[in-house]
């Protein structure tokens, strides 16, 4: 396979040059459907995870990856088609974190120009030269269509991320003192949304990390006037449109609660605990199994000391529970009757 000729040909490189090598092998098919991303963002994360983890145990100061100014010129165009904020206009920045890049002074032509000079062989990735990826359509494609236009256009393309560099950095400052006026434990206000001079731009700032794009961003603006219950989702997260709100939280399944049943006999002196994680009932008038499930549509029970029926929606409502504390309203139910809701 290429991949093991690329690991024999460094391998080579670092025996002859005395450099000691570290390799590992992962499945990124299986990390990229586990986690519903794409094979070239689950081969990047868990490479640089990897750096990382190598780094430390090497007690390491830095990571030198070798992008270049291709590279750099690639990811701006890349992020502009997919559509991005200022941040990712900004270009690859030569060091982060513990990341350094010290060839992005230099393009492709540059370096193996270099390596031609010397006598060192090399190595190409095919994958490079086929137009199948997005990013390799853009390096054959896109971008010598735009140096028909202007020959230059590389380093136009860089001196403009330099200059929206500077201006993210001030735009950033502004986005996170924002952030702070609008968040809420749960999620968004939106009235403190609306306050704020580009409201769908703060929007955007705080979901984009959580793999919104601006396409739902631009439609969850549009429903902060609308009703409650319309839900936005990622593979990893969603936001639902709640009163004054938008309720943010990760995609997981409802942990159910441990159900401890104990009878205890009953007598004068007996005391109903005055706790809410527990409930009393007169074991003569159950039928058992009972059963715990998350409340449904339209379900509706008899509140302690009424006689009438009352839906579980309105005195959840009633309690002023958010959307998303409706959702993990556990109840217990005695054959098709509601016998508690879990916790009230």
Known sequence: AESDRDEHFVRQLCLEHRVTLHTVHFNTEQEAKERHISIEMAARELRYAWFEKTREACSAAVIAVAHHQDDS?????????RGTGINGLRGIRPRNGHIVRPLLCLDRKEIV???ESIGQAYVTDSTNLQDEYTRNKIRLNLLPMMQEINPSVKESILKTAEHLDDAASIYNIGIEEAKLRVKTPEGISIGALRQEAAPETVLFEILHPLGFNAAQVRDICRTLDGQPGKVFATPGWRVIKDRGSLLIEPVQEAVKPLLEIKEHPYTPDFMIPRNKATACFDADKLQHPLSLRLCRQGDSFVPFGMKGRKKVS???????FSLLRKERQW?????????WLVGE
């Not at 010129?73 to 088609?81: A, D, F, M, R, S």
């Not at 309105?314 to 002023?320: G, I, S």
């Not at 109840?331 to 016998?339: A, E, M, Q």
Request: hydrophobic share 45%.
């Open 73 to 81: 010129v690639e990811t701006l165009l890349l992020n502009l088609i």
């Open 113 to 115: 120009g270099y390596l």
């Open 314 to 320: 309105d005195y959840l409502t009633d309690r002023k």
């Open 331 to 339: 109840v217990l139910c005695c054959g098709d009757d509601i016998i």
